[in-house]
């Protein structure tokens, strides 16, 4: 089996891969304190309760935008799954695809890949709702084109409460109206349908740049939040893409179960 673990800014996920089936899934929240012996305890917990045998992974794969967490990481897959883990990023690593510009983190070659495999030439945007909401842009042939990042829904309210004396924090939900007749409510609809007009507004402006038709999916935590909200802009929510993504890296890097 293989263990992947994708380490983003607010969380980080693993999963277990039995062959190209996900048979354990967990999230924890992302932080350079927690060691390899921490990490451990945590997962094999919940591995006993999904009736996995942590004897039975036998290769790791780490996709990480948090340096500060990779070594211990890193760690956890030398120490307890006596494996030495392929980490993105590293050099000669092949993604198999073309990654135009710069600057793409492990999360977004991750979503571009997984894209490109469960959609081949398909043009696409993939819409991750994470600590950034990012816009991914995929051409038919796979490829990275490039795309959009935008601040969090719950970095924006993190901000939005930090700057001012009287907003309380809040959850992020769908309100019943757009009108809000009390600070909640107001600060409800501001926030979401906030977000859906960023969204409304920045797929149609890539589909008008990139000018040819394009299938709009979204990720992440947030993503069934605004599921069936957007007019039908995003198409299809799919929660693992970049679990998928990472998968099929490793898979293109030699591994084999």
């Not at 354990?24 to 591995?47: K, N, P, S």
């Not at 956890?76 to 050099?91: A, D, I």
């Not at 070659?109 to 819409?127: E, K, S």
């Not at 394009?214 to 693992?240: C, N, Y």
């Amino acid at each position: 089996m293989l263990l992947a673990i994708n380490a983003n800014n607010t969380n980080t996920k693993f999963a277990v891969f039995d062959g190209e089936r996900i048979v354990g899934e967990w999230r924890q929240h992302t932080t350079a304190l927690r060691t390899g012996d921490e990490h451990a305890v945590w997962l094999f917990q919940l591995m006993a309760i999904e009736k996995i045998d942590p004897a039975s992974i036998t290769a790791t794969i780490i996709g990480s935008v948090v340096p500060q967490a990779t070594f211990n990481l890193r760690r956890l897959c030398t120490r307890y799954f006596n494996s030495e883990p392929m980490v993105l990023g590293e050099p000669g690593m092949n993604y198999g695809i073309e990654v135009k510009g710069a600057g793409a983190g492990a999360d977004r070659i991750c979503n571009t890949v997984g894209a490109g495999v469960m959609f081949p030439q398909q043009p696409m945007i993939v819409v991750d709702f994470g600590t950034a909401t990012t816009f991914d842009v995929v051409d038919e042939q796979g490829a990275y084109c490039g795309g959009v990042i935008a601040p969090g829904i719950n970095l924006s309210i993190e901000a939005l409460v930090n700057a001012t004396a009287l907003l309380p924090r809040i959850v992020v939900e769908r309100p019943k109206q757009v009108i809000g007749t009390n600070t909640v409510a107001c600060m409800h609809s501001g926030v979401f349908w906030g977000y859906v007009g960023l969204i409304e507004g920045i797929v149609a402006r890539i589909k008008a740049e990139f000018g040819r038709p394009m299938k709009v999916i979204s990720t992440g935590g947030l993503a069934p939040v605004f599921d069936g909200s957007t007019g039908g802009v995003i198409e299809q929510v799919i929660p693992d893409i970049t679990m998928r993504g990472l998968f099929e890296i490793w898979r293109r890097n030699g591994g084999r179960l």
